[in-house]
């Protein structure tokens, strides 16, 4: 069975503050995908990474950093000097097997000014 | 523009009164899928399409059909609706196989009394 678990329901910081979020999944396929998207307030889904079970480079982009780990079945995602506008559920991802897509519950991040 | 449209955004229904939702894309994406999204539970498959005329069923296919005669729509039935299906849907495609990130459409809003 797939599973993606996000353990971390709520996180509230300071702005400027660096946040963690975390991400576990389970699965017995070799090849799998997995991904992070964000959703603001406004409600609209937006994709931010994807990571492919071959590619272990962790990946940067400006504020946003992703560490995947096989060894721990982890994909983290890291926001670094947070701000206001990083306010959102941001979901973690798994597909394997097919095009079965698996969702985490989201952690709900609220960056206070 | 690229875009993944749903029809309607908000709908209230009564219990067992059949009501379809229309999801299109215009990216020529070759898969396309239906999630619910629920407090507490993420986003949750309900079907998924390969193609035109291929279907399989997602994580909570109970209560819905789907269709996909034209590659370009994917629409979500639900022949009679109750109220355990009052959620938040998203329509979403997602192009190359080897990518499956997904594009999704703004969101159908349904409420089942």
């Known amino acids: 069975a797939q599973k993606v678990t996000q353990a971390q329901t709520e996180i509230s910081v300071v702005e400027k503050e660096d946040v963690t979020l975390d991400c576990v999944y389970e699965t017995r396929d070799t090849t799998y995908y997995l991904f992070w998207y964000k959703q603001p307030p406004s409600g609209e889904l937006v994709f931010l990474i994807r990571?492919?079970?071959?590619?272990?480079q962790n990946e940067i982009s400006g504020r946003y950093s992703w560490n995947f780990q096989k060894s721990t079945s982890s994909f983290n995602f890291t926001i670094t000097a947070s701000q206001v506008v990083d306010s959102a559920v941001y979901f973690c991802?798994?597909?394997?097997?097919?095009?079965?897509?698996?969702f985490g519950a989201g952690t709900r991040l609220f960056v206070k000014a | 523009e690229a875009q993944v449209t749903q029809n309607p955004r908000y709908l209230i229904t009564v219990t067992g009164k059949k009501l379809t939702v229309t999801c299109s894309q215009n990216?020529?994406?070759?898969?396309m899928s239906w999630y619910r999204q629920d407090p507490g539970l993420g986003l949750r498959q309900i079907y998924y399409?390969?193609?035109?005329?291929?279907?399989d069923k997602g994580d909570v296919p109970e209560g819905y059909k789907v269709s996909r005669k034209e590659k370009r729509n994917f629409p979500l039935i639900l022949e009679s609706p109750s109220p355990n299906q009052t959620s938040l849907y998203f329509c979403a495609s997602s192009g190359r196989a080897g990518r499956r990130e997904q594009f999704f459409g703004p969101g159908t809003r349904l409420t089942v009394l």
């Open positions: 990216m020529n994406h070759e898969y």
């Open positions: 399409s390969m193609n035109v005329e291929v279907t």
């Open positions: 991802a798994l597909s394997a097997g097919g095009f079965k897509t698996i």
């Open positions: 990571r492919n079970s071959f590619d272990e």
